[in-house]
């Protein structure tokens, strides 16, 4: 769910009915959260070893 402010113009929003389509979107679902975390692993490290303090947003 994202907040309401999050959507700055409803109408640009569309519903997806084909049951195909939204398994295939279900499915990407868990990979992106899987390579974000992996992405900010990643950036955490670097800075880390640059003795940045990490702050990702």
């Known amino acids: ?3 309401a402010e999050a ?3 409803e109408n ?5 009915i ?3 389509v939204l ?3 279900n499915n990407l679902v868990p990979g992106l959260a899987q390579a ?5 692993n990643v950036a ?3 800075q880390t070893a ?6 990702l947003h």
């Open 7 to 9: 959507i700055k113009d």
């Open 44 to 46: 955490q490290d670097v």
């Open 18 to 20: 084909d049951s195909k």
């Open 12 to 16: 640009a929003l569309f519903e997806i």
């Open 23 to 25: 398994t295939h979107v």
């Open 36 to 40: 974000g975390n992996a992405a900010n």
């Open 1 to 3: 769910m994202l907040p």
């Open 50 to 55: 640059n003795g940045d303090e990490c702050v």
